[in-house]
């Protein structure tokens, strides 16, 4: 027993000492941010800290979430993996939901723990947790007012099941989901720290803390930041730290310090304050000498919502989705490309862009190539994560760095991407922007599929489906062989938790393979 005990220190203590050299890692989610929202893509809204993320690091072009919605987006990030492959098909979670991702896999946080990490999440969870039940059946009523929403039952004295903790997080602070989905609390290591026991309505009525207003989100994230920062930089273990932050997805509550700011509104109001926390994050970090060893990276789950009134914004100047069609919950790009920064100082070139094609679950991918171990994930991890590493570093490849990209909107429709060529297995938006789902499959006016040529046609006007049949079936093709596979990148077959039954009966007709 001694001389184990002896031999574990000693691989514990090489651990650490490999892990000393490798970067921290900082991931700052927005909710809900489009690709014209900041001010150096041409946004009118001072963004100086974002703005400066892009001007000392590296700008993506052509960068997209895994979907065009909150959880599963935040799955594909954590895991490497596309959302449809677990047991979430379409849609989101909600605040009472159980927890997405099992214990057994290796996540993002899980990993980086076994190359000496120490791992923290600070913001907004949105991937299901496991509540406890108070015993017999009870309820209870709100303290003030009246008893509205769903979560009374549930004892917020205990720890949750299945939480950050669970899948490989060393620490959190959170927010159960969306800002607009009950139970309204805080929730640190797993530990509710207040009973919800009013009830409060932030767009949804529901049981909430006394002291939680959704309006100080941001500055309590901010501040749990610099704290975690400035604790991690007194010890020699290189940390990551997840921020998903809960804005500018509604409920648009920018703090008094914001308020009026923009001159484009409430929202225009909420994005300075979103930018002001990735610059709390950047000042903690000059403050204890940890800039240069650090990656910080910034992007966004999904684009702008319709919630933000895009209309009125297109109207002062202000495109939140750039030139993109379609929004949030869209198949359409405006749905799904986001931006994406990454700043490196002394290995990614300031000022620089890239138009690779890149995806929020190659994370994964990425962090193990540059930690030297991206050839030693296990089988079943990141399985539709890529490494885009060569492109931060600026070489030059002959071949583009995923060989396609798969989209999904919120009602499960699916696109491939393959080069310029994006193959569309519905006949509308697949979300909220016209022609929405019910009336496009009515419509004897618009094709079953669309495909769009991107570089030519980059607002997805002008569908080539009914003249390049050759190249929608190869599309789907490949579009089949990623589902049946279990994965994207190479690597031994992988299952999925059921297949993905969201195709429309008229696209499984003409494509009986996308079935199961």
Wanted: positive net charge.
């Amino acid at each position: 027993m001694f001389f184990r005990m002896l031999f574990l220190l000693g691989i514990s203590l090489w651990n650490l000492q490999a892990a000393r050299g490798n970067p921290n890692v900082i991931y700052i989610l927005a909710d809900d941010l489009g690709y014209g929202d900041l001010a150096h893509a041409g946004g009118k809204v001072a963004t100086p800290h974002c703005d400066r993320l892009a001007n000392e690091g590296m700008r993506f072009t052509d960068s997209h979430t895994t979907s065009s919605v909150c959880t599963p987006t935040r799955y594909g990030i954590l895991t490497g993996r596309y959302n449809w492959r677990s047991t979430l098909k379409k849609s989101v979670l909600w605040g009472l939901s159980e927890p997405l991702i099992e214990k057994k896999r290796l996540t993002v946080p899980g990993f980086l723990r076994q190359q000496g990490y120490y791992t923290a999440v600070v913001g907004k969870w949105h991937l299901g947790l496991g509540w406890h039940m108070l015993p017999n059946g009870e309820k209870r009523n709100s303290k003030i007012g009246l008893t509205k929403g769903d979560g009374w039952q549930i004892d917020y004295s205990r720890k949750v099941e299945g939480g950050p903790l669970a899948i490989g997080f060393d620490e959190s602070y959170i927010i159960p989901a969306s800002l607009d989905m009950f139970p309204y609390l805080y929730l640190k290591n797993d530990k509710p720290t207040a009973w919800a026991n009013t009830t409060k309505a932030f767009h949804r009525p529901g049981p909430a803390a006394e002291e939680f207003e959704a309006i100080n989100c941001l500055t309590d994230f901010a501040r749990e930041s610099r704290a975690f920062i400035a604790t991690r930089a007194k010890t020699d273990k290189p940390f990551f730290l997840y921020l998903p932050l809960t804005s500018p997805h509604t409920p648009i509550v920018p703090s008094k310090k914001w308020q009026g700011k923009s001159g484009l509104g409430k929202y225009g109001d909420f994005l300075m304050e979103t930018d002001w926390v990735v610059g709390e994050v950047l000042d903690e970090l000059k403050k204890y000498k940890l800039t240069d060893n650090t990656i910080v990276i910034f992007t966004a789950d999904n684009g702008c919502s319709p919630q933000a009134k895009i209309s009125d914004l297109i109207k002062k100047g202000h495109k939140p989705n750039a030139n993109w069609r379609g929004h949030k919950a869209d198949i359409y790009e405006g749905g799904h490309r986001t931006p994406f920064l990454v700043r490196w100082p002394g290995k990614v070139k300031a000022g620089s862009t890239s138009s690779q094609t890149i995806c929020t679950s190659d994370l994964f991918a990425t962090l193990a190539d540059i930690l030297g171990q991206g050839k030693k994930l296990p089988a079943g991890a990141g399985e539709d994560s890529f490494s885009f590493l060569s492109a931060l570093q600026g070489k030059i490849v002959e071949k583009p760095l995923r060989p396609f990209t798969v989209h999904h909107s919120i009602n499960g429709s699916f696109a491939i991407r393959r080069g310029p060529w994006k193959l569309v297995l519905c006949p509308g938006s697949g979300g909220w922007s016209a022609p929405r789902p019910a009336k496009a499959l009515k419509s004897k006016e618009l094709s079953l599929l669309q495909l769009y040529n991107l570089d030519d046609d980059p607002a997805e006007k002008i569908n080539l489906a009914n003249q390049k049949h050759t190249l929608v079936n190869e599309l789907v093709e490949q579009l089949a062989g990623a589902i049946k596979n279990g994965r994207t990148n190479p690597g031994p077959k992988q299952s999925n938790e059921g297949w993905p039954n969201t195709f429309h009966p008229r696209v499984l007709a003409r494509f009986p393979k996308l079935g199961k």
